[in-house]
């Protein structure tokens, strides 16, 4: 005789155990190398679904979830919409040998309605489809990492140098916010290495003649203009709404606040420098590799180090760290690849070489040790420096 569906599900859930939706969360947010499957038909995904899943539905599951389950033992969660047709095709899974599946209990209906967080996509039209060809053609990208980028924000410290490049290539991406911090002017002497500015746009703000240009190479951007400097009042508030931050200031006092706020707002940021003819790049991610502090302990004296107004730079050298701060910021936007975290690039242009310097969290860092000192910005051991210093990125 048939089994009734009743005791195939009864079957099935002593063989699968299943998690609450508080439980996946955390994993995720542990960033356990957890694959989450979204097994609803594709029209129901596009009504809303867990932002890290990937959609295969239960009739093209057992075809394709070796495209994201290579291995029997990667962990592997299911969900659908109330977790019974997720249930069913964990069962189906353990029967083709993955060995560590679980099902999201009560499916993504509960999900929503213990308030995590939801994403629902808009239809992309012909005109994004055409702009954005060349990225659905990657797996590692394709339709759902596009939407991902339109879904992402990022702000740019500084819209010079170094925001140039960095800031054209995210709108070309489409990132779909920009954000422009910037206090600074557009100065003749900068569109040597500005490509953000024209000659148009000299006395302008940089976050005006920034965000028209932004605009006018991708209309999908929002690009937010922020016409003043980070400072220890308005860091955490500005920082905390975006996913990453990319810092491409010029000065120490601002690189300390930059990477003292987004540790404490749990920001990965993209750090770069130059110097005339050398480049750096690195990744400090909170909890996942060491910070600036860990690299440099202190800032150094006060004129120790020359800017660029004072010893000059290659016109062409933050064209090539710029580039690389982009592409570390669109990797960690779709989690791809292996970002710079733990890891210094430096780049020597008159050599025309690269480097790669390993990178280690400092146990006595007072800011991601042990024995952290630094647990806000409040009182900061160099607070005035930040205040006083120049807008960032000249």
């Not at 929503?112 to 994004?128: C, I, R, S």
């Amino acid at each position: 005789m048939a089994k009734t569906l009743k005791c195939v599900l009864t079957e099935a859930r002593t063989l699968i155990p299943e998690q609450p939706p508080a439980e996946v969360q955390r994993r995720l947010e542990a960033g356990e190398p957890v694959v989450l499957i979204d097994v609803r038909d594709p029209d129901e995904y596009r009504e809303g679904f867990i932002e890290a899943a990937t959609n295969i539905s239960r009739g093209f599951l057992e075809f394709r979830v070796a495209g994201v389950a290579k291995e029997p033992e990667t962990p592997i969660v299911l969900y659908c919409q109330t977790g019974l047709r997720s249930m069913l095709a964990a069962r189906a899974l353990s029967e083709l040998g993955y060995t560590n599946v679980t099902n999201l209990q009560g499916g993504f209906q509960k999900w929503a309605q213990t308030g995590f967080p939801v994403v629902k996509d808009k239809a992309m039209g012909p005109e994004q489809i055409q702009r954005y060809s060349r990225h659905f053609l990657l797996d590692e990208v394709g339709e759902k990492g596009q939407r991902k980028l339109l879904r992402s924000k990022v702000l740019l410290i500084g819209a010079g140098g170094l925001g140039s490049p960095t800031a054209l290539y995210l709108a070309a991406a489409g990132v779909g916010t920009i954000g422009l911090m910037d206090a600074d002017v557009v100065d003749l002497s900068n569109l040597q290495r500005q490509v953000l500015h024209t000659t148009a746009d000299i006395g302008k703000p940089k976050v005006e003649s920034g965000a028209r240009t932004l605009t006018a190479l991708n209309p999908d951007v929002n690009v937010i203009r922020v016409p003043e400097r980070i400072t220890v009042d308005n860091a955490l508030d500005i920082v905390s709404e975006y996913d990453v931050i990319v810092d491409g200031s010029d000065n120490f006092g601002t690189r300390y606040l930059v990477n003292d706020a987004c540790y404490l707002a749990g920001k990965p940021h993209v750090h770069g420098s130059i110097f005339q003819f050398e480049g750096m790049a690195s990744v400090f991610a909170p909890n996942r590799g060491p910070c600036y502090r860990c690299i440099y302990p202190t800032p150094p004296p006060a004129g120790l180090v020359p800017s660029c107004a004072e010893a000059g730079v290659l016109g062409v050298l933050p064209g090539i760290v710029g580039v690389v701060q982009a592409t570390e910021t669109v990797k960690l936007l779709l989690g791809i690849g292996d970002p710079l975290i733990g890891r210094l690039l430096t780049y020597d242009a008159l050599g025309m070489r690269f480097r790669e310097v390993k990178l280690r969290r400092d146990p006595a860092c007072p800011l991601c040790g042990v024995t952290p000192t630094i647990t806000d910005l409040s009182g900061h051991p160099i607070g005035e420096e930040y205040c006083e210093e120049a807008p960032a990125a000249r």
